[in-house]
Nanobody, 115 residues
């Protein structure tokens, strides 16, 4: 069973920063696109950002300029650096590894931004 292990969530004040981490099995990490998604209460899960195995990135408009996704291939870990956090960023953040034929999800980590 493939496990993606997220960490780094928590409570932060408006304007603060957090860094999320997601550790994946090497066999998955090296070949799959890695991404971060979030789901706020009562809302659908949405893409935050993803990064391909070659390092190409894509961001949701709502986080451009504030969040940065990166990957450390030596550690099989993808990061999401979140700066200038807003209350509307409050959600459960999920790590996802996807290819054309399958995907895997982490268990999620809560991020709460207080106003």
């Amino acid at each position: 069973q493939v496990q993606l292990v997220e960490s780094g969530g928590g409570l932060v004040q408006f304007g603060g920063s957090l860094r999320l981490s997601c550790l994946a099995p090497g066999s998955i990490f090296r070949r799959y696109r890695m991404g971060w998604y979030r789901q706020a209460p009562g809302k659908q899960r949405e893409l935050v950002a993803h990064i391909t195995s070659s390092g190409s990135t894509n961001y949701a408009d709502s986080v451009k300029g504030r969040f940065t996704i990166s990957r450390d291939n030596a550690k099989d870990t993808v990061y999401l650096q979140m700066n200038s956090l807003k209350p509307e960023d409050t959600a459960v953040y999920y790590c996802r590894a996807d290819s054309l034929i399958r995907d895997y999800w982490g268990q999620g980590t809560q991020v709460t931004v207080s106003s």
